[in-house]
């Protein structure tokens, strides 16, 4: 069921991976297959990071193939899902009989104790994230136009973006996830300025946006010992909660940021000076 199990890890092994360990262990790539559903599961916050890319048949969420206890059981059973359609076409996703159309860019809140999760659209391209609920909140499409974005950085500095948050108490209620969606504007290619970690929770980034010849460098570690790792379109990368996150393209970009741990403050962040790094 899941394609590959990343493991939490711990802040000094940094200093002694291979630039081709860190990807094993950090990088998620290979998500977005023309029909199919690929789920990989993070012990991070229990993360399953997945991409649907239905063709003329539609896909289905499956249901728990592993580990044998929980064999033959619904994903959501104990989990609430995100989706966000990254695609260039809309595309309808079915919650237990219920069809949402979901355009670019759009997400859909999926609750704990769904059975059936259906996709369907050629060209629409959901990216997927679940975490464990105690509790079942109301099913809702969320779009960018359900609450006033956020304005941050400058041209001067190269940083000038756009920030929409789309799953987070003041927009859309939820047990533990946070999303949302950043997009660069032209002539800007740094993001998350200034850097920051997030102690209670973990944080995962979509870099998607790009051309096939662009890539993002997603620098990552802690702050008197940084490392990066070189990202293409598409590709998802890990962020333990010791970890600091930021990056910077070869051209703009969008992504989208997903958080779950012990609250959903999204301010909750220690910021770090652009001086402390090294």
Known sequence: MYEKTYYATHPSMMS???NDELRDRYLVSKLFRAGQVVLTYSHGER?????AVPGATPL???RQADPASA???SLLERRELGIVNIGAVEGTVVVDGEAFRLARYDALYVPM???DVTFSGEGARFYLLSVPAHRVYPLRKVTLADREPMYRGSREASNERTIHQLILPHTCLSASLCLGLTRLEPGSVWN???PHIHERRSEIYLYFDLNDDHRVFHFMGQADSLRHIIM???E??????WSVHMGAGTSNYSFVWAMAGENLDYNDMDVLDLCQLR
């Not at 993360?47 to 991409?51: L, P, Q, R, Y």
């Not at 998802?236 to 909660?241: L, T």
């Open 47 to 51: 993360f399953v990071i997945g991409g």
């Open 71 to 73: 064999k033959d059981h």
């Open 232 to 234: 293409r379109n598409e």
């Open 16 to 18: 002694r991976a291979t």
């Open 236 to 241: 998802a990368v890990i962020s333990p909660p």
């Open 113 to 115: 104790g769904t059975r």
């Open 192 to 194: 998350t300025m200034p």
């Open 60 to 62: 289905t969420l499956p």
